[in-house]
């Protein structure tokens, strides 16, 4: 983060970055990096506990440039990247520290990771069993289409990340359970069923992070969107976090140039490209390069949006938020969205309970200016579609939750707010009951149907 380590960068003359070779670094190279020698012995023992049984994958740029090594381990990207004993169960840290010490051999250390990670709710909100389209009879196993007008496509060369973030709802992806992953080498299926779904207006691409892809394999996926029997599919979004960990991808990256390319020519021929980029606090976005990147992809007609869940240890901080949104407004960026983090994974160590990280929502966008005014939420993608906290209110002496749906598994229920009782400890919307003395939810009913359909799986 000093500017003393940027170097120029030849083609242009601007000082970058001094990374330009991508150097990954996971759970068998621990004692490879070199800053991580700083922390005492046992520091370093505990994050090989975790780390043998949560994702860890993190590379030369965010621990040279993004992280602040005399802020260990309050650092916020540290705590983005970096294992912690609290991400654990103590029981199944424990257990996974013995196993260590003894010498026990991989096999074993495997067997207990995963029945450690079976504990961790790998699949909220049903997505692997409800969402999965269908073409000719066969279920389409890289596509969700949850919301009539979306589909999410998971490009099979785009199932990693350049890092990988501590609290990622799709980490049991990355911990090697085949069962687990999206996957789909198929663009012509892709395409096929595209053709099909005129109500689709949306592709949203995303992974793992669909930036780790080649320019060639993004071109294979997004150029055929230009014909016109698929021109009702109007934007493209790509999600990614490519712009905090590895923006070499649209700088210096040797298909880089391609890359933006293949950007221009799909705004040029009439489509929204929407890069939808995660950050989780301001600091991912103070380094020259990111800032270069930034401008690149905006200069091809792309438009930058930005999300991120809100988490324990890295941005519960009104203050945190309202800095990144006006970060983002000032690099020509628009806040889109602020998540609630799902229940799973080490979600006991970033969980937040809904009534504070809605105060920490109003408390941020009130010190912002319109523009950044953009960012809705806090939002929790739950079974039942998107469900945003708009307000604590009391009515007649009781205390509710104002809850409403941005997306809903039947279109119908978007934008109807409803009611359910405070909790100050409710950290998810399943903590959540109805309140003023209502039995059930408006749409409890139906979406009770819908989940008994399993297996048929489709709605639209
Ligand atoms: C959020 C989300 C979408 C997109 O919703 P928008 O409100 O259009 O941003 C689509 N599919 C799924 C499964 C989602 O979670």
Same mark, same amino acid.
């Given at each position: 983060?000093?500017?003393?380590?940027?170097?120029?960068?030849?083609?242009?003359?601007?000082?970058?970055?001094?990374?330009?070779?991508?150097?990954v670094y996971t759970h068998r190279h621990l004692d490879k990096i070199k800053p991580l020698q700083k922390l005492t012995p046992e520091q370093r023992f505990e994050m090989e506990v975790v780390s043998n049984v949560l994702p860890f994958r993190v590379n030369?740029?965010v621990i040279?440039?993004l992280i602040d090594w005399n802020n260990i381990p309050d650092d916020p990207v540290f705590q983005l990247t970096f294992p912690q004993r609290g991400m654990l169960d103590p029981k199944d840290f424990d257990r996974m520290a013995e196993l260590l010490k003894?010498?026990?051999?991989?096999?074993?250390v495997?067997?207990l990771a995963?029945?450690i990670q079976?504990g961790l709710n790998p699949?909220?909100?049903?997505?692997?069993?409800?969402?999965?389209?269908? &073409?000719?009879?066969?279920? @389409? %196993?890289?596509? *969700?289409?949850?919301?009539?007008? #979306?589909?999410?496509?998971?490009?099979?060369?785009?199932?990693?990340c350049h890092s990988y973030c501590t609290f990622c709802f799709r980490w049991a992806?990355f911990v090697?359970?085949?069962?687990?992953?999206?996957?789909?080498?198929?663009?012509?299926?892709?395409?096929?069923?595209?053709?099909?779904?005129?109500?689709?207006?949306?592709?949203?691409?995303?992974?793992?992070?669909?930036?780790?892809?080649?320019?060639?394999?993004?071109?294979?996926?997004?150029?055929? &969107?230009?014909?016109?029997? @698929? %021109?009702?599919? *109007?934007?493209?979004?790509?999600? #990614?976090k490519?712009?905090t960990f590895?923006?070499?991808?649209?700088?210096?990256?040797?298909?880089?140039?391609?890359?933006?390319?293949?950007?221009?020519?799909?705004?040029?021929?009439?489509?929204?490209?929407?890069?939808?980029?995660h950050?989780n606090h301001?600091q991912e976005?103070?380094?020259?390069?990111?800032?270069?990147?930034?401008?690149?992809?905006?200069?091809?007609?792309?438009?930058?949006?930005?999300?991120a869940p809100l988490v324990q240890h890295i941005n519960d901080d009104?203050?945190v938020?309202?800095?990144?949104?006006?970060?983002?407004?000032?690099?020509?960026?628009?806040?889109?969205?602020?998540?609630v983090e799902r229940d799973t994974g080490a979600k006991r160590y970033f969980e937040v309970p809904?009534?504070k990280t809605?105060?920490?929502?109003?408390?941020?966008?009130?010190?912002?200016?319109?523009?950044?005014?953009?960012?809705?939420?806090?939002?929790?993608?739950?079974?039942?579609?998107?469900?945003?906290?708009?307000?604590?209110?009391?009515?007649?002496?009781?205390?509710?939750?104002?809850?409403?749906?941005?997306?809903?598994?039947?279109?119908?229920?978007?934008?109807?707010?409803?009611?359910?009782?405070?909790?100050?400890?409710?950290t998810?919307?399943?903590?959540?009951?109805?309140?003023?003395?209502?039995?059930?939810?408006?749409?409890?009913?139906?979406?009770?149907?819908?989940?008994?359909?399993?297996?048929?799986?489709?709605?639209?």
């Amino acid at each position: 983060m000093s500017s003393s380590s940027m170097i120029p960068v030849a083609n242009t003359g601007a000082p970058y970055s001094e990374t330009t070779r991508f150097q990954v670094y996971t759970h068998r190279h621990l004692d490879k990096i070199k800053p991580l020698q700083k922390l005492t012995p046992e520091q370093r023992f505990e994050m090989e506990v975790v780390s043998n049984v949560l994702p860890f994958r993190v590379n030369d740029y965010v621990i040279n440039e993004l992280i602040d090594w005399n802020n260990i381990p309050d650092d916020p990207v540290f705590q983005l990247t970096f294992p912690q004993r609290g991400m654990l169960d103590p029981k199944d840290f424990d257990r996974m520290a013995e196993l260590l010490k003894s010498g026990a051999d991989r096999k074993q250390v495997n067997a207990l990771a995963k029945e450690i990670q079976a504990g961790l709710n790998p699949h909220p909100a049903g997505q692997q069993e409800m969402n999965v389209p269908m &073409l000719n009879g066969r279920p @389409l %196993e890289g596509m *969700q289409h949850k919301y009539r007008e #979306t589909v999410l496509f998971f490009p099979s060369q785009g199932q990693v990340c350049h890092s990988y973030c501590t609290f990622c709802f799709r980490w049991a992806q990355f911990v090697g359970d085949k069962d687990l992953r999206f996957a789909s080498n198929e663009a012509d299926l892709l395409h096929a069923y595209l053709a099909e779904h005129k109500e689709v207006s949306d592709l949203l691409l995303t992974g793992g992070d669909p930036m780790v892809m080649k320019t060639r394999h993004l071109v294979n996926y997004l150029e055929p &969107l230009l014909k016109p029997e @698929l %021109e009702h599919v *109007q934007t493209i979004r790509i999600g #990614t976090k490519s712009l905090t960990f590895w923006p070499q991808r649209f700088v210096t990256d040797d298909d880089a140039d391609e890359l933006l390319a293949l950007f221009e020519k799909l705004v040029k021929g009439g489509k929204h490209l929407a890069f939808m980029a995660h950050f989780n606090h301001w600091q991912e976005m103070e380094t020259p390069i990111v800032r270069e990147a930034i401008r690149r992809i905006r200069a091809t007609g792309a438009i930058i949006r930005c999300q991120a869940p809100l988490v324990q240890h890295i941005n519960d901080d009104p203050k945190v938020w309202e800095r990144m949104w006006r970060t983002q407004v000032k690099l020509g960026m628009v806040p889109y969205y602020m998540f609630v983090e799902r229940d799973t994974g080490a979600k006991r160590y970033f969980e937040v309970p809904l009534a504070k990280t809605y105060e920490i929502y109003r408390q941020a966008i009130q010190h912002v200016s319109g523009l950044a005014r953009t960012a809705r939420g806090p939002s929790m993608s739950a079974g039942p579609g998107k469900v945003e906290i708009q307000g604590i209110t009391e009515f007649n002496g009781e205390k509710a939750f104002i809850l409403r749906f941005i997306q809903g598994r039947n279109a119908d229920w978007v934008q109807r707010p409803f009611f359910a009782k405070y909790d100050p400890e409710a950290t998810w919307f399943d903590d959540l009951v109805p309140a003023f003395g209502q039995e059930k939810f408006f749409f409890s009913d139906e979406y009770e149907a819908m989940s008994q359909e399993r297996g048929a799986d489709v709605i639209y």
